[in-house]
């Protein structure tokens, strides 16, 4: 699994997505990710950047198919951790972005199924 670390956005939810498809989208070298699955790291954000993103992390997803595009975004290094170790193991999950909390979420629940 390639992590990516996204950086230096704006605070502003239209040109962070400008700055993310003019600076960011070119050094994912998608192609070469041969069957390896891509996770983008974003900072927190509020919610007006969901929708950006979210469409973003859709797109390439659907664009490098069979490549697995997938995104996270704040929480701290345990959250992302733990979310990085659940994508590892969701082979057919792409294209979604996951928004991290990592300081007042529940245990998460499976079934015994």
Do not use: K
Request: net charge negative.
């Amino acid at each position: 699994m390639r992590r990516l670390d996204v950086s230096g956005l704006p605070d502003d939810p239209l040109a962070a997505a400008a700055v993310f498809y003019a600076q960011w989208v070119e050094v994912l070298d998608l192609p070469r990710c041969g069957g390896e699955c891509l996770v983008l790291i974003f900072p927190a954000a509020d919610h007006t950047h969901t929708a950006w993103r979210l469409a973003a992390v859709q797109n390439l997803a659907r664009g490098h198919a069979p490549v697995r595009v997938n995104a996270v975004a704040g929480g701290d290094g345990a959250a992302v951790a733990a979310a990085l170790a659940y994508l590892a193991g969701a082979p057919g999950l792409t294209g979604q972005y996951l928004q991290l909390d990592g300081t007042g979420a529940a245990p998460v629940v499976t079934s015994a199924a």
